[in-house]
């Protein structure tokens, strides 16, 4: 029943995601840089400089909406709260 969803970043759809995000609402910090194409570890560096959409934690995870994460892309990946 628990799905790990892999990107697939040669099928794009619905704002430049990947297909294989169709229906997911929350995405790792390993699918973020994926869909980013940066590394996992750029992805808490710019977590922790307050440089991506909010996080959500779960547990010990971490997780971003995928909504929230599309908009801030769409929006030219400004920092959030500059420039709006």
């Given at each position: 029943?628990?799905?790990?969803?892999?990107?697939?970043?040669?099928?794009q759809?619905?704002?430049?995601?990947?297909?294989?995000?169709?229906?997911?609402?929350?995405i790792?910090?390993?699918?973020?840089?994926?869909?980013?194409?940066?590394?996992?570890?750029?992805?808490?560096?710019?977590?922790?400089?307050?440089?991506?959409?909010?996080?959500?934690?779960?547990?010990?995870?971490?997780?971003?909406?995928?909504?929230?994460v599309?908009?801030?892309?769409?929006?030219?990946?400004?920092?959030?709260?500059?420039?709006?």
């Open positions: 029943m628990n799905k790990m969803i892999t990107p697939d970043t040669t099928s759809h619905d704002g430049g995601a990947p297909e294989a995000f169709k229906g997911v609402a929350l790792t910090a390993s699918q973020l840089a994926t869909l980013l194409s940066i590394s996992e570890r750029t992805v808490y560096r710019l977590k922790s400089s307050n440089r991506l959409p909010e996080s959500i934690n779960l547990g010990g995870s971490v997780r971003w909406r995928l909504d929230d599309r908009r801030w892309i769409d929006g030219g990946c400004q920092t959030p709260g500059v420039g709006s």
